[in-house]
Every structure is written in C-alpha cells, then in structure tokens.
C-alpha cells in the first residue's frame, strides 16, 4: 500500500497529513505548533506524531509553507540581510518610483515597443560595467526590460552576459509574468532572485529530514496558485510559492468536502481568509500578489482577508471590546506552558482608564522569544530586562510608570519578546466549544475582562463568539459582492433582524481551521447558506498540499500592426513573437503552440503526469461587430494534470 504525505508549515502550526493513493483518504493527521525562527523542529515533531508504519511507505510528499519566505522578505527586502542581495538592471523607458529600496540597480538603453520591435540598443557596456562593479556584493541578478514580454531578447541577452561574466543565477522578468508593468516585473524578478538561497535552504532541510527517515519518494512543493510542482522545478522561482496557505486551504477544502464549486472560510491564528473554488480550481485574480509592501506579477489566489483569526487579541477601552488587529499566544495556550500564570491573573489590577491600549490590559502578558537583537535603545533595553524567560504581567513591567507602550511594540516587532493575551481562542474555551488547552486559565482572564463591560464572563465570551461568527458571514458576501461597500454589508449583517433581510449564497461553504465547528450556527444565523464541515477540517491545509495537481496557465496574445503602411499579423508568446501574413495563420498556430507550451511544462515539472486536460479561454477585442478579424484575440491555455501514484 502506497501513502502520500501533506505538510503545511503554517503561521501557528504545522499541519502534516497521510492519505492512502488507492482510494484517497485520509488516515492520519497531526498538528504541532511551529517552530521559530527555524521551522525544521516543528516539521520533524509533526511527522514524529504520525503512524511510522504510513510513512515508511510513502512514495510522494508535497510541501506548504509562508515560512521560508516571509523570513526573506522580513530580514532582505526590507532591511537588506547581508548575503541575500540582488541587483536589478532595468532596461529601456522603465517607470519606476523615487523611493526604491532596491540597493543596487541600474537603468540603461534598449527595450522594445508594444509591437516587439527594438527602441534603442541594448546599452551593454554601461551593463557590463554595473556587473562588475556589483558581482561580489550579491548573490544573484534580476533583469526587466521595457515590453519584454512582446519581445524578451534584451532580457535574454543580458542574462548571457551575466552568466559569462558572474556564474550567478540570473532571474528574467518575462519569465515570471506575461503582464504589463516592467516595473513590477522587476521587482517580482527582484524577489525571486531573493528567495533562491533561502526557500533552497529551507527545502533542502526538509528533503535532508525526509531522506534521514529512510522515505523514498518525490518530493513537491504547492504553488500559491494551487497547483503543485516537482521540487527541482519549484527552486528555480520560489515567488510562485509565496503566500501557499490561502492556495492550500482552498485545495483542501474542495478534496474535503467533495465540492467542484464553494466557497471556502479559513480560520487562522492571525487571520480568517476567504476564497472561491470553480471546477476544482481556485480563483485567480488579475492584479498580482503583495509581497512585503511591493507589488509584484505573480498570479495568486484571489481571496479577502480579515485581521480577526483565533488568537487575536481581545482588549477593553472605555467599557468597549476590541478585536486584534494583534495577534497574541491564547492565554489558555499560555498557562500550559506556564501554569503559574493563573496565579498571576487572581492577583492583576486593571489599569486606569487612560492608560489602557492594546498593549495595557490586565490580562496581558509578556515573555521572551528565546534571543536578543544586537542593538536596543535604553528604553527598549529597560523594559526588555524586566521581561523574563516566563510571562510577566504589565503590573510587573510598568513598576515605575515607563513612558510609552510604543517601546513594547519595538520589542515585539523584533520578535524578542511575545506577547500573551485574552483571544477568541480563549472564549471557546469558556463556552466549552474548544477544550483544547487550560479552560480555568481562559475563565479567570474571562471574570477580570467582563467586568470592565459591565458583563458576566458568559455573556462577554458569547459576545466576542458572535462578532467572530458574524465577521465571517462579512467578508464571505464582501468577496462575493465586489461592487458593494463592505461597511454596507457588515451593516446589514448585524442588523439583519432590523432590515428583515439574509444574504443567500448559490453555492456551498466550506469550513477550514482548528475550532472552526464553534461558528456553524453564528455564520448560519447570518447568511442564508449550506454551511459544510468537512472531517480533517483542522488539517484541510495539509491535505491541499498533498492532492494538488500541477497546473500551468500560458497566455498568447495576437494583433494586428502596422509595419510603416504594411498591416501584418503578430503573435506573441512568452518564448518570443512570430509574424503571419494572414489572422487565421495566427490563431491556427497560437492553438498549436499553446498547447505545446503547456505540454511541455507538465512533461518537466519534474512529476509524473498519468492524466490532464487543456482548456483555452479565448477573448476577442473587436471595433464593432461587423469586423471579420478582431483588432486582437487573447488566449489562455490552462492545462491540469494529476500527478501520478
């Protein structure tokens, strides 16, 4: 008997999964909190937990995970960690913002018109120049030129170059996107080439740990558009595995519930995410993927995201609740770790009304990380001296009246010190709906915070249990209704009684997340929708990780030019432009050569493909409709293929 293996190394917790190839299922799973700042222990303490006699007999492993990435973009593209730089070269009339942070970059000569055809020269002598002068100050380079993706011969030609003169790797915008936007294709070639060393780091320690425990099997990693890759392939332009846990909740959700069409509510620990599922695909949206405060052409997972997941912190002000938008360790979590905490929490005092903030709570808390940054102010190090190795209450920190909780921000942002707090997590636990840690803890926190309402503990956590549920039902009906202000559809929500009216969804939703089972009725009381959840949906990650298939999308794009007083037919791919004296011509051979291009990513995604399918999508720009050709026709071909067992 053959077993796949799903591994999601989430924000939180590090989900890992077997499920039997015969048939599909699911026959084990296992969560354990993530490990910081290497995320290998927690990776080895999941698979430590599953039925050894499954794993020795798994034949393939598909990995998910932020992790590896959002390390790179914390320490690299926002504050430049030595060893991990890139330089940019952008090529030809590149618009391009004053403030860039980009270290080392260059614009020179060259680029092409919308047409393909060349602008100016390509400048290789000042590009020459700039790689020597930059070659032993980082570790790869990445190339966009101005409408490459009509015509990518500067890129190619510059990446020669580099190659002859550098040995180092060498990203091309064209190769990541076919969007407009050479800027922006700088910058996701930029992060691309960032991401090489350490997403190889990361993926050689998992492949390292899998080889360790004597598993032979191939070895994939899940793209954040959902499909999933061979893990040579994947290292060859880690961006498109960036921001993989919306990609594989969706995955999983539909496996989960046997739903083509859903649309599916992830409960996180720092976030609740929502997205639509059509055909077993996940939807794409047209603008590319945010990536650390840089925006970027890397097609993603379409989906709306609340800042309230189930560890954010509830915290008082003026008799009111607030929710998050920090995320805190649950203080039911915290005192098994740390039981002497609920001692700690009978003898709190509430501080005075002005000082209380999201960082001033008497039920907060504050411990160290476990290492200490190079440089702090005298503020920072005052209060960080005060925080021990357990949690320390804010009485104990602010002995002397400290200046600012800005400074507990500082340390906190550094990743020094954690914070522990009051959470949705915490209510559940007073309820009884989610048991999975120290419930007293969650009720003595619970009496202190109701008390600043003007509440019993009961009514407070179902207060809070309500605002969660109905948050969802928010954000699920702000995805669908696009064209309708979100603070419209959340007033309507928690009025719904007032307006004698529920929102109906057409399609089934689909619940992912560990305590997730706590809010079937709240959404149900505010949406009218079949609400499923699916068993493993703690784990619906991991699962969307290991039964994703490989997909590959490729656009053509066919016009007609003029060439001096000549009209022409062009076509272009993302491998180059091809001229046709007729459109038809054109249109015969894009069909041929999209799918060419499709098959031939499948047959080297370093997977074995056993089955797969090509749609092509096909959208006409015409003047009016008595025109016999289009002024120009885009097609997409978008091939799927299941990974063979």
């Known amino acids: 008997m053959k077993y796949g293996l799903g591994i999601d190394a989430g924000g939180t917790y590090t989900d890992a999964v077997i499920v039997r ?3 599909g299922k699911v026959i084990d799973s296992t969560k354990s909190p993530t490990t910081y700042p290497d995320p290998l222990p927690g990776i080895q303490n999941a698979l430590d937990s599953l039925n050894p006699s499954y794993l020795n007999n798994v034949s393939k492993i598909s990995v998910s995970t932020t992790l590896a990435t959002n390390a790179v973009l914390e320490n690299t593209v926002s504050e430049r960690s030595s060893g991990h730089d890139v330089a940019l070269i952008m090529i030809g009339d590149v618009i ?15 680029g092409h018109s919308s047409n393909g055809m060349e602008i100016h020269s390509l400048d290789t002598k000042n590009i020459r120049d700039f790689i020597l002068e930059t070659k032993d100050k980082v570790a790869a380079f990445a190339v966009s030129s101005h409408f490459s993706i009509r015509n990518p011969d500067h890129e190619l030609k510059t990446k020669e170059i580099i190659e002859e003169m550098t040995g180092l790797p060498v990203v091309c915008g064209h190769e990541l996107s076919q969007s407009l936007g050479s800027y922006e294709r700088g910058v996701t070639a ?5 991401l090489v060393p350490i997403s190889t780091k990361f993926m050689n320690a998992v492949v390292s740990e899998i080889e360790r425990r004597g598993i032979d099997a191939k070895i994939m990693m899940l793209k954040c558009d959902g499909s999933v890759v061979g893990i040579v392939e994947a290292l060859k332009h880690p961006i498109e595995s960036v921001f993989t846990g919306p990609a594989a909740s969706l995955v999983g959700a539909s496996y989960l519930s046997k739903m083509k069409d859903c649309i599916v509510i992830d409960v996180g620990g720092t976030s609740t995410d929502v997205a639509k599922v059509t055909d077993g695909i996940p939807e794409i949206t047209d603008e590319g993927a945010v990536v650390g405060g840089w925006k970027t052409k890397v097609k993603a997972i379409r ?16 008799g009111r609740i607030s929710v998050g938008p920090r995320r805190v360790i649950p203080i039911c979590m915290a005192a098994t770790k740390w039981p002497a905490i609920k001692e700690k929490l009978k003898r709190t005092s509430i501080p ?16 160290r990380a476990g290492h200490k940054p190079d440089r702090m102010s005298k503020t920072e190090k005052k209060l960080f001296d005060r925080i021990g190795d357990e949690p320390t209450s804010i009485n104990e920190i602010f002995t002397d009246g400290l200046p600012s909780s800005v400074f507990l921000d500082l340390l906190i942002k ?20 989610y048991t999975e840690w120290d419930c007293e803890a969650s009720r003595i926190a619970a009496g202190i915070l109701s008390k600043m309402t003007h509440s019993d503990h009961t009514t407070f956590c179902e207060e809070i249990k309500n605002v969660f549920g109905e948050n969802m039902a928010v954000y699920v009906m702000s995805y669908l209704l696009r064209e309708i202000d979100h603070v419209h559809i959340k007033k309507i929500i928690e009025n719904k009684d007032q307006y004698i009216t529920k929102f109906k969804v057409g399609v089934p939703v689909v619940l992912l997340g560990g305590p997730v089972q706590a809010y079937v009725d709240n959404i149900r009381g505010a949406i009218d929708a079949e609400i499923i959840l699916p068993e493993y949906a703690e784990v619906g990650n991991a699962v969307g990780a290991i039964v994703g298939k490989v997909t590959k999308r490729v656009q053509i794009l066919i016009r007609n030019v003029y060439e001096g007083n000549k009209s022409i037919t062009m076509m272009f791919t993302p491998t180059g432009r091809k001229r046709f004296r007729t459109y038809p011509q054109a249109l015969e051979e894009a069909d041929i050569e999209g799918k060419r291009l499709v098959m031939e990513y499948l047959n080297n995604s ?3 493909i056993e089955d797969h399918k090509i749609e092509v999508i096909k959208q006409d720009i015409k003047m009016n409709d008595a025109d016999i050709f289009p002024m120009e026709t885009n097609l997409v071909f978008v091939g799927v293929g299941d990974v063979e067992n």
Do not use: R
Not at 96 to 110: E, F, R
Not at 353 to 365: A, G
């Open 21 to 23: 190839e015969d048939d």
């Open 96 to 110: 391009k913002p004053t403030d860039s942070k980009i270290p080392y970059t260059i614009n020179v000569q060259g």
């Open 190 to 194: 930029y992060i691309d080439a960032q």
């Open 303 to 318: 989906m709306e995201t609340s800042a309230m997941g189930g560890d954010s912190h509830i915290w008082i002000k003026n």
């Open 352 to 367: 005075s009304k002005i000082q209380l903030c999201e960082n001033i709570q008497p039920t907060k808390f504050y411990v």
């Open 414 to 433: 550094k990743k020094i010190v954690h914070a522990i707090g009051f959470t949705p997590t915490d209510a559940l636990h007073v309820l009884g709906d």
């Open 606 to 608: 370093g997977l074995q």
